[in-house]
T-cell receptor, first 114, second 113 residues
Framework: AQSVTQLGSHVSVSEGALVLLRCNYS??????LFWYVQYPNQGLQLLLK??????LVKGINGFEAEFKKSETSFHLTKPSAHMSDAAEYFC????????????FGDGTTLTVKP | DAMVIQNPRYQVTQFGKPVTLSCSQT?????MYWYQQKSSQAPKLLFH???????NEADTPDNFQSRRPNTSFCFLDIRSPGLGDAAMYLC????????????FGPGTRLTVL
């Protein structure tokens, strides 16, 4: 079984400030981990993924995440927030078994203040 | 070019009137998934097709059915929509032979009047 917990349903930062969105996972086998972004009335866009290669993963739009096995975490960061980063962010875990089904966290709404 | 296409993007139906949502893919992926996402919630898997094999999640209501006539297309049928079925419906694909990533379509926003 696998699960994901996103700490903080709402995060608010000022433009130019550090963005930190938290994700902890539970999995009985080494997982694949993903961060997706969703804008209103749109589908999920992949930001980045961890699939057992480098533990520090760089994604699109300046985001990156670090896989920490000891902490079972995969937190998403961006050094400097931009107004266009305001959106809903989902962390997800999947395995290479069980038809690759993904389990999503409840999401974090990021607000960026001018 | 769009790889996972969903039609229509917005669908309005009446309470109890059957509705079909469409998903197509140009990726030749062997797995297709349907998720339901209600407002401010995480996507919830309804079912998936692994090639021609249909796999229902245990808590998916009988009101929801799916068809996959070929590799490229997958349909979501809601036999008698209720007000509680209003949501965003997301289609995704993955090829278990070659990729670790699900590719999502833009979604269909369903409104039930």
């Amino acid at each position: 079984a696998q699960s994901v917990t996103q700490l903080g349903s709402h995060v608010s930062v000022s433009e130019g400030a550090l963005v930190l969105l938290r994700c902890n996972y539970s999995s009985s086998v080494p997982p694949y981990l993903f961060w997706y972004v969703q804008y209103p009335n749109q589908g999920l866009q992949l930001l980045l993924k961890y699939t057992s290669a480098a533990t520090l993963v760089k994604g699109i739009n300046g985001f990156e995440a670090e896989f920490k096995k000891s902490e079972t975490s995969f937190h998403l960061t961006k050094p400097s927030a931009h107004m266009s980063d305001a959106a809903e962010y989902f962390c997800a875990v999947s395995l290479n078994t069980n038809a690759g089904k993904s389990t999503f966290g409840d999401g974090t709404t990021l607000t960026v203040k001018p | 070019d769009a790889m996972v296409i969903q039609n229509p993007r917005y669908q309005v139906t009446q309470f109890g009137k059957p509705v079909t949502l469409s998903c197509s893919q140009t990726l030749n992926h062997n797995v297709m998934y349907w998720y339901q996402q209600k407002s401010s919630q995480a996507p919830k898997l309804l079912f998936h097709y692994y090639d021609k094999d249909f796999n229902n999640e245990a808590d998916t209501p009988d009101n929801f059915q799916s068809r996959r006539p070929n590799t490229s297309f997958c349909f979501l049928d809601i036999r008698s929509p209720g007000l509680g079925d209003a949501a965003m419906y997301l289609c995704a694909t993955r090829d278990l032979r070659s990729t670790d990533t699900q590719y999502f379509g833009p979604g269909t926003r369903l409104t039930v009047l």
